[in-house]
């Protein structure tokens, strides 16, 4: 095949003698218009050779050629022209219709190659790599092996060869051992062909470890395979029998559940959910992963692959959004839902760059539990997008974390709340401010220095500032988690565990990380009156708490007589709920709770 860049021409188009044909539903490969085999104005030599060549891409998932060079014929087999959507099973005009499809880096290499081995003889086998665009418009790498047979003269007179995708060529994932992507993509396919043919539909199962990117930042990489082996051990005794456990790219893993309906991808994501929510060790040392998934029902969410692929990808990634250990299940308005996401990135990016346009900060009022007396507040963050519309926390926070934007936002909310609780300080004089940070400002070499820089600026005691992180976003460093939090309080700023009791092993926490105050999730007092073991459970971990010299803030308190319970008989310290004020903007704040303030304190 000598190539020619020139003459990628709609005359040269013309030359093609195979023309495209139908695509199979079942296979979603164009099959050439008429006979699926050669056509029979084939040369002799192309001729001889007819048989084999049809018989052996059957065998193989990879691409064959044979090549009449001088009759100038190519004959490509089935999958390749599905594949890369060439028009036909028989060229004779090859440039025309392929060299558009490389990778525009890789033409003049792949000319080269051939003019070397045609035109000056230098060899008789050629071994390239090289991209080109697949039916999906997605660039792919490819090994392209070929020999060329010589006449008397020298002359190549014939050349066959066989191309393979690379991520074809391990079928296996080298780390845990799992059947990979490429493996994956063709069960699905597989049970889409059966539901073709029997109208049995299923499910398509997307896992993600959650916190696995802290893991391996925490140890290594070596440490993060050997998470991920383990996990896909777990994983794979509580699938049931038959159902195959792939491993996709990063720490996600893929399950085809043919037959399967929604309820039934859910049991199974509760049986794998279970076994992943513990605390597990590795040489001694210990981590936590638990596990998202994002379910996709076929045919309903798609009747094609890379469809379903997409889909399940964002249930997924809303499964992370909201929370993570949990299962979205992929509906339309769920999929809207992700796209608002996808283009918010953009928008939260603008915004921090042009001084956090839009960011606000709201408080919620921390009172004594004993004296119902206002001591502090917590800061918390809110936005308004372009248009003017107050977006979710729980949509936008995910994002920052994301894009990294949390670590100059967090600056700036440091710097806003420090300000206000400076001046808050005039009404009430030992206000004190909690501000929320992520487990990434945390780990930022320059959030330590800042912090005390701002306390300093404002002259602030560090006293009357908490820094709150989330119990769920600790999850196994914590040597380094204890060093920040014991250099944050021997400065005097004091550290609160937030949403204590929502995660897995409390306790651990508790024993291995140095802190001020507990702050007992709004679970804990939901149904408390009406639950004797729930009142006896937040008495229990109060007096713990206090016996380790650890104060107790209770959140969601939203009636007098949960106060009632959680004061007189719980003996909690602070109380933050609705029943003490919703969060409220610096201007409400300080007519509802610091101007009544002044005035108790003046009679």
Partial sequence: MIIRLGQGSEAAKNQVIGMRGKRDEATGRVSPKGDQRCSKALPPLLKQIEFYFNTLPRSSDAYFFIHDLKAGIIVLSENWVADFEMPGRVVNDMDAVWMPRLHPDDRAKFSKAWQEAMEQGLTDEIDIELRARDRSDRYVWLRRRSVLLRDAHGKPYFSAGIMVRLEQINRADTVTGLLNRTQFERAVKEALNEFRRTGVAGAILLLGLDNFKIVNETYNRSFGNRVLRSAA?????????????????????????????????????????????????????????????????????????????????????????????????????????????????????????????????????????????????????????????????????????????????????????????????????????????????????????????????????????????????????????????????????????????????SLAYLKKLPCDIVKLDREFVRHILENDFDRQLVEYTVTLCHRMGIEVCIEGVEETEVYNIVTKECRADYIQGYLFGRPASETDFVRQYMESEAADERA
């Fill in 233 to 505: 051990d777990q994983i794979t005794n509580i699938l049931p029998e038959g159902v195959m456990l792939y491993k996709l790219d990063g720490d996600e893993f893929g399950v085809v559940l043919r037959g399967a309906s929604a309820e039934t991808a859910g049991e199974i994501f509760k049986a794998i959910q279970i076994c992943m929510s513990r605390q597990q060790f590795i040489d001694g040392k210990m981590y936590f992963c638990t596990v998202s998934g994002g379910t996709v029902i076929y045919p309903q969410g798609g009747r094609e692959y890379l469809a379903l692929h997409k889909r399940a990808e964002a249930a997924l990634d809303l499964a992370k959004r909201d929370g993570k250990n949990r299962n979205v299940v992929f509906t339309r308005e769920q999929y809207n839902r992700w796209m608002r996401v996808l283009a918010m990135r953009d928008t939260i990016k603008t915004s921090v760059e042009n001084s956090c346009e839009g960011f606000s900060l709201f408080y919620q009022p921390q009172v004594s539990a004993s004296s119902q007396r206002l001591i502090g507040a917590e800061a918390l963050l809110r936005w308004k997008n372009p248009q003017g519309a107050m977006v979710s926390p729980m949509e936008f926070v995910p994002v920052l974390e994301e894009t990294k934007m949390i670590l100059p936002l967090g600056k700036w909310i440091i710097e806003e709340a420090l300000k206000t609780c400076k001046k808050w300080r005039e009404y009430v004089p030992d206000f004190h401010i909690s501000i929320n940070v992520s487990y990434a400002q945390i780990k930022d070499v320059t959030f330590f220095p800042f912090v005390f820089e701002t306390i300093d600026a404002l002259g602030l005691p560090p006293d009357a500032v908490t820094l709150e992180l989330t119990e769920s976003m600790i999850v196994s460093d914590w040597t380094f988690l204890h060093q920040r939090f014991n250099e944050f309080r021997e400065k005097g700023v004091r550290i609160a565990m937030d949403d204590f009791g929502t995660g897995y092993s």
